[in-house]
């Protein structure tokens, strides 16, 4: 199986604070990867595909680099409503395998 | 509008069955693959299994492997999970998500567009 290590676990940070979660993989997944964002007792929503595409509707403060084995999740302005969990996924080799996740709060 | 609603979450004790439900709409469900991920008390994501689109082929986490079975009902726009043989440590969360298989310029990407809004299966004595 191939595993994502995200890092870090666990973020402090403030308002309109620059934020970038990696996410590391035991084999290149090429650009199968996606982001979410997931609030407490909330389905995952979908941020970022193809490890750079944003998907429609998310503000452009997110953006996702990388390929291979090393991906980015960056926000440059941290807002109220992205205090949250953030987790990375592959999809391109079964079984599909999601990141531990990353939890953002408040500073 | 898609809209995904699961259903059949409950207390069942170990060594015992459950099937779950994802009620779809809003889209042709033989279309497009679609997945089981669950999610335990406070911990992360984990995808359970999944079922192709346009055809029946099924895979599995190797922790459900032989335990668990994903099925659809094209007729009635429904997604199934049945669960046997139950261990406390399959208590989640389960969630069905909608893939999207999107290609352009020579690559070809999936991801999880749309999920429900999921429900709770606890395995206790």
């Known amino acids: 199986d191939i595993q994502l290590t995200q890092s870090p676990s666990f973020l402090s940070a403030s308002v309109g604070d620059r934020v970038t979660i990696t996410c590391r993989a035991s084999?290149?997944?090429?650009?199968?990867l996606a982001w979410y964002q997931q609030k407490p007792g909330k389905a995952p929503n979908l941020l970022i595909y193809?490890?750079?595409t944003l998907q429609s509707g998310v503000p452009s403060r997110f953006s996702g680099s990388g390929s291979g084995t090393e991906f980015t999740l960056t926000i440059t302005s941290l807002q109220p409503e992205d205090f949250a969990s953030y987790y990375c996924?592959?999809?391109?080799?079964?079984?599909?395998?999601f990141g531990q996740g990353t939890k953002v709060e408040i500073k | 509008e898609v809209q995904l609603l699961e259903s059949g979450g409950a207390l069942v004790q170990p060594g015992g069955s459950l099937r779950l439900s994802c009620a779809t709409s809003?889209?042709?469900?033989?279309?497009?693959?679609m997945n089981w991920v669950r999610q335990a008390p406070g911990k992360g994501l984990e995808w359970a299994s999944g079922?192709?689109?346009?055809?029946?082929?099924?895979y599995y986490a190797v922790s459900v492997e032989g335990r668990f079975f994903i099925s659809r009902d094209n007729s009635k726009n429904t997604l199934y999970l049945q669960m046997n043989n139950l261990r406390p440590e399959d208590t989640a969360v389960y969630y069905c998500?909608?893939?999207?298989?999107?290609?352009?310029?020579?690559?070809?990407?999936?991801?999880?567009?749309?999920w429900g809004q999921g429900t709770l299966v606890t395995v206790s004595s």
């Open positions: 809003g889209f042709t469900l033989q279309n497009f693959a």
């Open positions: 998500a909608k893939a999207r298989y999107d290609c352009s310029g020579g690559s070809c990407y999936r991801y999880f567009e749309d």
């Open positions: 996924h592959q999809l391109h080799t079964y079984p599909w395998t």
């Open positions: 084999q290149g997944v090429s650009s199968s």
């Open positions: 079922i192709r689109g346009f055809g029946d082929t099924t």
């Open positions: 193809a490890a750079s």
